[in-house]
């Protein structure tokens, strides 16, 4: 088979003999940096995009897509307004809630929670609560009944379980003989739902909203209406167009974007500087190539001066040197994107059966938002990082390369 002469002679020069064993050595030091390095790199990047695509899913699965406030807090005729927003094109649901800080005490434990007012026939329509229920159903959350749904970490963390009676402490306050005292309503616990997020698991209670409204004074007044739209992406695209229609009625519009800005942008910043720390990994390992190809070219001085003797050019010199150096790039690159995507792919499995044979978790539910180490392999990281990889093998090689192609045949032969 018809082989071009340097892609010959590069491909022979990967294979050494016994007097280069050395160097044979370093190429292989090489090429199991690059595959290291673009193996952390692709794991990496896909546990962090696990993370953002799970975090947004989870956070989402308890906030709303887009909110509907009024100007001072408090939303009147919410009823009306249900009937004109679900009449948008962009809306698939909606439904009222009544946001407030309360205290919770059960036997002698006590905690700060975020209560929240419902109603259980619309709470579906734009949030999952419903099915991250794992005892008791919202359809038990009757107006008058003062029942309450608590999160799992909260409900640990004050010992109760279903059927146990709570006190809410409201911040509104009852003027009574004895002085000023703080609302307090008994209620009962009737479910316990966990959503996998630490934030929402223990520093959230449902309520009726009926219930809510009377505890915090509110009349026939909510805190707003949550709307779930048809593209989450879209939200604040269809937010503003909902805005600049309510804009005359006094309403505010904000969406998940806004209230979750901040949170978003740390974890895209994070995901950028990861990048480029690991890259520099797959840089250092790509420019071992450089001491690798100086070793072969001054090893390969006597058969590059023969080579020019009989009439090689230094542009094909260059080349064979090149090819080498491109070989080892190649080879580091191929091995690092199969082990990669491999260990990707199978992170969610390999992670729990490391955690259960040492007996450690990597990831405390308290401390992290999941305690799971989720993966989502983007193809187009996965092309980027192979690219980049191998694009800084050939760089490597120029350097050395270049040194070879200025190999003087006269000087090398002198003593031959």
Known sequence: MFKPLIFYIGLRYTRAKRRTQFISFITLTSVLGIALGVTALITVLSVMNGFEA?????????TSHATITGQD?????W???????KNYSHIEGAAPFINGQVMINADRRVSG???????????????????KMRTGSLSQLVAGDYNIVLGAELAA???????????????QINSTPAGIVPRMRRFTVTGIFQVGMYEYDRNMAIIHLDDAAKLFRLGDSVSGLRLKLDDLFD??????????????EGYRVSDWTQ???????????????????LLLIVAVAAFNI??????????????????????????SVMGIFIVLGGVIGIVGTLLGTVGGVALALNVETIVPAIEQFFGVQFMAADVYYISELPSKLNWADVYSIAGMAFVLSLLATLYPAWQASKVNPAEVLRYE
Not at 54 to 62: A, F, K, S, T
Not at 118 to 125: C, S, T
Request: zero cysteines; charged letters at 25%; aromatic letters at 6%.
């Open 54 to 62: 799970e975090l947004r899913e989870r956070i989402l699965g308890m």
């Open 113 to 131: 929670t975020m209560l929240r007012g419902i109603l259980p026939e619309f709470e579906p329509e734009v949030s999952e609560v419903a099915d």
């Open 157 to 171: 963390y004050l010992g109760v379980i279903v059927g146990d009676k709570i006190t809410v402490i409201s911040p």
């Open 79 to 85: 009823r009306q307004l249900d009937q004109t927003v």
């Open 290 to 315: 450089v001491s690798t190809l100086v070793m072969v070219v001054t090893d390969k001085r006597g058969d590059i001066a023969i080579l020019k003797t009989q009439g090689l050019s230094s542009a």
């Open 259 to 277: 209230a979750h800005s901040n949170f978003f942008r740390a974890i895209k910043t994070e995901k950028r500087v990861m990048f480029i720390i």
């Open 73 to 77: 807090g408090k939303l009147d005729r």
């Open 235 to 248: 939200a604040p695209k269809i937010a503003r167009s909902l805005a600049r229609t309510l804009y005359s």
